[in-house]
C-alpha cells in the first residue's frame, strides 16, 4: 500500500494559478488509479479530479473542468493537480486519494479509494 503526501497549496489571489503534488512511497504507484478530492469548511469532501493507472484517461468535476489538469509520472511516484483562473470557491483542502485496482478507468466514487493524504490547503481571495 502506497502512502501519500501533498504539497504545493497556499494562498493565491483569483485568477491565479497553483500547481499541487502528491509524492506516493512505496513500489506500486503505478498500480493505483489516483484522484483529488476537496473539502471547504461545513462541507462534504468532493470530487474534483481522477487519473488512471497510465495516466492517459482523466476525469473532471464539472465546477473545475477546462481549468484544472490532473496528470501523474509513474517514474517519479507523482501526480500533479494544476489549477488555473482559481476562483474564492475553490478554497477549501484539497487531498489526494489512491485506489490499488486492476480497472483501466478513472473514478469519482469518494468510497472507491483506500489511501488518502494528510491535505494541503488553498485559499483564493477575491
Known amino acids: 500500500q502506497v502512502q501519500l503526501v501533498e504539497s504545493g497549496g497556499g494562498l493565491v489571489q483569483a485568477g491565479g494559478s497553483l500547481r499541487l503534488s502528491c509524492t506516493a512511497s512505496?513500489?506500486?504507484?503505478?498500480?493505483?488509479?489516483l484522484g483529488w478530492f476537496r473539502q471547504a469548511p461545513g462541507r462534504e469532501r468532493e470530487f474534483v479530479a481522477a487519473?488512471?493507472?497510465?495516466?492517459?484517461?482523466?476525469i473532471y468535476a464539472d465546477s473545475v473542468k477546462a481549468r484544472f489538469a490532473i496528470s501523474r509520472d509513474n517514474a517519479k511516484n507523482t501526480m500533479y493537480l494544476q489549477m488555473n483562473s482559481l476562483k474564492p470557491e475553490d478554497t477549501a483542502a484539497y487531498y489526494c486519494?489512491?485506489?490499488?485496482?486492476?480497472?483501466?478507468?478513472?473514478?469519482?466514487?469518494?468510497?472507491?479509494?483506500?489511501?488518502w493524504g494528510q491535505g494541503t490547503q488553498v485559499v483564493v481571495s477575491s
Open positions: 487519473i488512471n493507472r497510465s495516466g492517459r484517461s482523466t
Open positions: 486519494a489512491a485506489r490499488k485496482t486492476s480497472y483501466i478507468m478513472p473514478t469519482s466514487e469518494i468510497q472507491s479509494y483506500d489511501t
Open positions: 512505496g513500489q506500486t504507484f503505478s498500480a493505483h488509479g
